[in-house]
T-cell receptor, first 113, second 114 residues
Framework: SQQGEEDPQALSIQEGENATMNCSYKTSINNLQWYRQNSGRGLVHLILIRSNEREKHSGRLRVTLDTSKKSSSLLITASRAADTASYFC?????????????FGQGTILTVHP | GAVVSQHPSWVICKSGTSVKIECRSLDFQATTMFWYRQFPKQSLMLMATSNEGSKATYEQGVEKDKFLINHASLTLSTLTVTSAHPEDSSFYICSAPGATDTQYFGPGTRLTVL
């Protein structure tokens, strides 16, 4: 079964609003990463949070990690139409080889201008 | 940042033919590359890990004779879909790991088998 479950599956907001996406996973992890995918394109790395970290910021992105609940959230503040994309969480499970990731189902974000 | 390219970006082929997809790391060396497939509106599924100079490691359920992987150099991995059928139609994406456990992804190849 898929390691990660994300909710919501789809999110539609207005420009300027904040967008929050959640990700849950099932096994212990080394780190959790968030990626963005524009339609029909490859993925772009956004942010990585290690299992011993609880919160991380990068520009308009804020990621939290709760290892006790095996969950993470991605917050995009002051969203823009250009943020419209699919967002995936990915985990590197503890004990797996370097770089081997398991992806969640993804959240499709639509930001209306 | 590091760049990974894929070629072709899209391909249409007839059922029964073989298709080769190339994945190149343009400005860095990659001893390992990963191949994923993605169906419309779905997540990425890891197919195999490509290892330079040695055999690829396939995920459970992925037919190694169907999806041939060759990692001939530190900058090139290829995926050949042999005897392609319509159910092989998908979006194939490769990636190479960066220095900090992140992945650099190629732009993907859309395969359509008629």
């Amino acid at each position: 079964s898929q390691q990660g479950e994300e909710d919501p599956q789809a999110l539609s907001i207005q420009e300027g609003e904040n967008a929050t996406m959640n990700c849950s996973y099932k096994t212990s992890i080394n780190n959790l990463q968030w990626y963005r995918q524009n339609s029909g394109r490859g993925l772009v790395h956004l942010i990585l949070i290690r299992s011993n970290e609880r919160e991380k910021h990068s520009g308009r992105l804020r990621v939290t990690l709760d290892t006790s609940k095996k969950s993470s959230s991605l917050l995009i503040t002051a969203s823009r139409a250009a943020d419209t994309a699919s967002y995936f969480c990915a985990t590197r499970r503890g004990g797996t080889s370097y770089g081997k990731l398991t992806f969640g189902q993804g959240t499709i974000l639509t930001v209306h201008p | 940042g590091a760049v990974v390219s894929q070629h072709p970006s899209w391909v249409i082929c007839k059922s029964g033919t073989s298709v080769k997809i190339e994945c190149r790391s343009l400005d860095f060396q990659a001893t390992t590359m990963f191949w994923y497939r993605q169906f419309p509106k779905q997540s990425l599924m890891l197919m195999a890990t490509s290892n330079e100079g040695s055999k690829a490691t396939y995920e459970q359920g992925v037919e190694k004779d169907k999806f041939l992987i060759n990692h001939a150099s530190l900058t090139l991995s290829t995926l050949t879909v042999t005897s392609a059928h319509p159910e092989d139609s998908s979006f194939y994406i490769c990636s190479a790991p960066g220095a900090t456990d992140t992945q650099y992804f190629g732009p993907g190849t859309r395969l359509t088998v008629l």
